[in-house]
């Protein structure tokens, strides 16, 4: 099958992994795949030294006319069975395209609505396939009244190559943040805003900190409240164990250094790659019950699902992996959750059965 993708956000998103790992999937399984990205944007790299045959392409909006030049050029030359787009901004050119050119369009959603009320009644509908990235998106969609039909599933991907544990790095790590092999860190990677649940996080984590003299965070990330964060990590009696590495462009390599991941929204997430991320890296999830993350685990065997903002049973939670033997054996279930239910293999072959190649 003939593939073209189609994301030119320059922006560095949960939603440019996904378009990264699905296309590197679809070449992996022997597909053909060109991709349409922003040139220098993070798709772009992380596409560089694939198998995808990539050109570069800008929408600035629906009625880029350089954006849809690019888009029937590349299409000339690939000849592709489908075209896939990945940014709502592009949703209204493919699927105007796609008639042009007799191309079927299938589309994917990163967010639970809001589109435009119309938009989201006619896209799905328009499109000849329309992907949400979990069965909570899914659900707003249908919620909105679209048939049940033309709203499909299809999880993210994760390159599990890109995920694997490396003990040297957290030798490593650990050494240059003055911490010896036996600590235990739990990370936090993500945007630093309080819809994201850091304040109740950090004060779990601190309450646990008072109970296990092992126990270090690790922050990763940066957002509108990093500096609220840092002053009370700061003044915090725990102020040393609480480490701040700032925003990190991949930050893929430092799951090996965690011992469990945090996922601790209580803003309703459409997903969670992070979660899956970690897993794949053979570390334990915490993760607020709300959204799509319970969707991203396997609650009591690859981690723990918790009340969002509840600082007690966050603390609780804790400290109950803080356990070497439950840590090391729900990170070996994580592996082998990852493997058969997100890892690039698999989502490639649902894909192409979705789209009826398979």
Known sequence: MKLLF???????????????????AMTAAGHQVGALVHPDGPIWHGLAHSDVRLGKATFRNAFDLRGYLAVIGA?????????????????????????????PVAL???????????SAWLIPRLAQRFFA???????A????????????????????????????????????????????????????HRGKGIFPLFDAVSAAMAQQPRLHCLWLGDGPDALALRERAAA?????????????????????TFSMLA?????????????????????????SDIGGIPETLE?????????????????????????PDLLASMGAAAQDYVLQHFSMPVIAAQFLQLLGGG
């Open 108 to 118: 994917f959603r990163h967010r639970t609505p809001p589109m435009k009320r119309l």
């Open 6 to 24: 189609v994301d030119t956000n320059p922006e560095n998103t949960g939603a440019a992994s996904h378009f990264v790992a699905l296309a590197q």
């Open 299 to 323: 609650a009591g065997v690859t981690g723990l699902l918790l009340p969002p903002g509840d600082v007690a049973a966050w603390r609780d939670a804790i400290l109950r992996l803080c356990d």
């Open 263 to 287: 996922f601790p929204s209580i803003a309703t997430e459409t997903f969670g790659r992070v979660s899956i991320e970690a897993q794949a890296a053979g570390v334990p999830v915490l993760g």
């Open 75 to 103: 299409a000339r030359q690939l000849g592709p069975d489908w075209l896939v787009g990945n940014s709502g901004k592009e949703y209204w050119p493919l699927i105007l395209l796609g008639r042009l050119l007799h191309i």
């Open 133 to 139: 990235v979990s069965e909570h998106a899914r659900q």
């Open 236 to 256: 915090d009696a725990n102020a040393d164990r609480h480490h701040f590495l700032g925003w990190i462009p991949d930050p893929l390599p430092c799951y090996s």
């Open 141 to 192: 969609y249908l919620d909105r009244g679209v048939p049940a039909r033309l709203v499909q599933v299809l999880y993210n991907p994760v390159n599990m190559e890109l995920c694997r544990p490396d003990p040297q790095r957290r030798r490593a790590t650990l050494r240059a943040l003055g911490l010896d092999e036996q600590s235990i860190v739990l990370g936090y990677s993500g945007r630093m």
